[in-house]
């Protein structure tokens, strides 16, 4: 690596000399720093008349030149549907969208009306237990109860057996004590006997007494027509409180139904669709607006052409206002896409409003001021206790007639034994039952009164008022079968009810931002249209620019070959002031790629960055040194060119070559060849 720098020309040694071979004082002034600076400037001046030339000539049109500055190419077709849309009174579907917007706020409910009607229904619900019971309301079984009591009272049955067993009794107790003490004659014991016949007249009736009595204590238990009708009519009654409630339905469905209906319009309409597809359409469009980024380097190409300047200020502005729309579309698609989410939101299909207005049937005819009444559930009440207290009268009254009954029995039974122990046991039989007589009045007296209670309560006047309890009832199944035949419950109406607030809770100013996207890219079209349009005004100077392209390039590689030999010399400059001895990198400093390892992987000290550009620049000299020669030859071609056109005529002009191709070369050239394997 020494050896090469060491052979390598220095800046005097490779000083550009004339092609007769006569180095002047004044060309040999020119060394390589020199030489690139006026290629430099060369390149920079040819460049700019060679960049307004190609647009004065049309080679190059304004638009590619934007397209070349911002980096991106300038096709706004795809604006084109834009340019000729209104957009001062509203897209189309955001107009429609606007509409049914404003005519669901203005059918919009209150939540207070939600309630009212989502507890209608709940209440309508609850009433299931009610629809069962109306079923058990027996007015025949009422009726038919009504009737037995009056058609069956035995009070009469009972008056005639307590007559029987009082004559019984008198009989024998008018001739029992007319009998002798002690022994009885034949004639004696024969009347005895046929008293005795007298006793089973008091037994019988006894039991037909006890039976008829029954007959009271059953009915009485057996009210169970009765029981379930009054259970249903308190049922009806506390339904109908609450059925109060639903009076003022009927008016107010409507508002719901109105609501419902928007729902409907906006589900089966397209306007959803036609939003959506147009946010896709703006979105897709609005990639047109993005990145349109100036390049400094090739701006700076064109800045100091001073008869584009307008060109480049409309170029500047393209992109400034390109960058505020890019910003303003992003933003307004995010908005798009949080409507389109809201509106992934299912509208159930089919009828929205049909068990509302079902319902609103249901309740229309149904009279909510209807009751019960319980005045005469209060008589009978009444009179049922009375004849539960007179029942226990006749039960207590009852308990001598058992125990007479038995008593009588048990001294019939006796009647075989010896005659004068069986009159003794008469006569004592009678002793014991004298209150018998006087007892009728008392026994009799309840069964009285329960005859008084059962002509008050008459089973025709049953029948009357049971019938329009009946009657009445029936609307109340009607009405509660209506609602069943709905087939719906309350949460399915809160789940309807709730939907407008969900659908509509949208900002429909998101809409306006279509229109103001559209907008934007009708500016755009109309400033890439301008750009297209403009034209470069006509300069003479250039029109016979002799330099193409092509030259333009040379001039730039020829450029790159001199800064290459630049870097090259001033890194070698640093390498002969480098103790390569005590710097650790003598193993590897005779062969390129391994001292490019070294350096980049190992090497710490002073001038590390210096070293490892010197060692890339020469890697790059090894790579391209062959066309090194063929590069400043055209650049030197391009640069006559250019000096001849600025002199404004064709002279001689005395060429300048690098040293690579006269006296230097010899010993330069060979010798960097030579080296080049072991570097």
């Not at 955001?94 to 404003?102: H, R, S």
């Not at 979105?283 to 349109?292: E, I, P």
């Not at 019939?412 to 009728?440: A, G, N, Q, S």
Request: net charge negative; with cysteine; glycine share 4%.
């Amino acid at each position: 690596m020494r050896e090469f720098c060491n052979s390598f020309p220095t800046k005097a040694d490779c000083s550009p000399i004339p092609v007769d071979g006569t180095k002047s004082k004044k060309d040999s002034q020119f060394a390589l720093e020199e030489y690139y600076q006026e290629a430099t400037q060369i390149y920079e001046k040819a460049n700019k008349i060679h960049l307004e030339y190609e647009l004065a000539t049309g080679k190059v049109g304004a638009l590619e030149v934007a397209g070349r500055i911002l980096n991106k190419k300038m096709d706004a077709s795809v604006l084109e549907e834009y340019v000729e849309m209104k957009i001062s009174g509203g897209l189309k579907e955001q107009n429609e969208m606007l509409e049914l917007f404003e005519k669901a706020k203005e059918s919009e409910t209150s939540d207070q009306l939600k309630d009212y009607v989502e507890n209608g229904f709940t209440l309508m619900d609850g009433f299931g237990d009610v629809e069962t019971k109306i079923p058990e309301f027996n007015i025949a079984g009422v009726e038919d109860y009504y009737k037995r009591l009056k058609s069956g009272d035995p009070h009469s049955s009972i008056e005639y057996q307590l007559n029987r067993i009082l004559r019984a009794y008198s009989a024998t107790s008018a001739s029992i004590p007319t009998f002798p003490s002690g022994a009885l004659s034949r004639l004696d014991k024969y009347y005895l006997f046929k008293n005795s016949e007298f006793l089973p007249e008091i037994i019988e009736p006894c039991k037909g007494m006890q039976g008829s009595s029954n007959w009271y204590y059953i009915d009485l238990q057996g009210l169970d027509p009765f029981k379930r009708t009054r259970d249903v009519i308190e049922k009806l009654n506390a339904t109908m409180d609450d059925m109060k409630n639903l009076e003022g339905l009927a008016s107010e469905i409507p508002k719901i139904e109105k609501e419902m209906l928007r729902l409907v319009e906006l589900r089966d309409g397209n306007v959803i669709k036609e939003i959506r597809n147009r946010f896709q359409n703006l979105t897709k469009s609005a990639d047109f607006l993005r990145d349109f980024r100036i390049s400094t380097n090739v701006y700076g190409q064109y800045q100091g052409i001073q008869s584009i300047y307008p060109l480049l200020q409309k170029i500047k502005s393209f992109s400034s206002k390109m960058r505020a729309f890019e910003f303003r579309t992003s933003r307004a698609s995010k908005e798009w896409s949080t409507f389109e989410n809201h509106f992934q939101q299912e509208i159930p299909p089919g009828s929205l409003t049909e068990k509302f207005s079902n319902f609103q049937d249901c309740v229309r005819n149904f009279d909510f001021q209807m009751s019960f009444s319980k005045d005469y559930l209060a008589d009978f009440d009444e009179n049922i206790t009375r004849m539960r207290s007179l029942n226990l009268k006749i039960q207590n009254n009852m308990k001598p007639i058992e125990e007479l009954k038995i008593a009588t029995r048990n001294l019939y039974e006796k009647r075989y034994i010896k005659d004068e122990d069986f009159l003794t046991l008469f006569r004592e039989f009678l002793k014991e039952h004298t209150w018998l007589p006087d007892f009728k009045d008392v026994f009799l007296a309840p069964f009285y009164e329960l005859g008084s209670l059962l002509n008050a309560m008459h089973a025709m006047n049953v029948r009357q008022t049971f019938a329009k309890i009946m009657k009445d009832s029936d609307k109340v199944k009607q009405f509660l079968e209506c609602y069943s035949n709905l087939e719906t419950t309350a949460s399915d109406t809160k789940e309807l009810l709730v939907l407008p607030g969900k659908v509509w809770n949208f900002d429909p100013k998101v809409l306006e931002g279509t229109v103001e996207v559209v907008g934007m890219f009708k500016e755009a079209y109309k400033m890439v249209e301008e750009i297209k349009e403009w034209k470069v005004a006509s300069n003479p100077e250039i029109e016979n620019f002799p330099l193409d392209g092509e030259d333009v390039k040379a001039v730039s590689d020829g450029i790159n070959v001199l800064e290459t030999i630049r870097n090259v010399q001033n890194g070698c400059e640093i390498m002969k002031t480098l103790d390569v001895e005590n710097s650790g990198i003598k193993d590897s400093w005779d062969i390129l790629d391994s001292s490019l390892t070294f350096i980049e992987d190992v090497y710490q000290e002073d001038q590390r960055n210096d070293i490892l550009n010197f060692l890339k620049e020469i890697q790059k000299l090894e790579t391209d040194f062959p066309e090194y020669p063929n590069k400043l030859e055209k650049m030197n071609e391009a640069m006559d060119k250019m000096r001849e056109w600025e002199n404004g005529k064709m002279k001689p002009v005395k060429k300048m070559v690098d040293c690579f191709e006269v006296e230097c070369s010899a010993q330069t050239i060979v010798t960097t060849i030579q080296l080049m394997p072991t570097i």
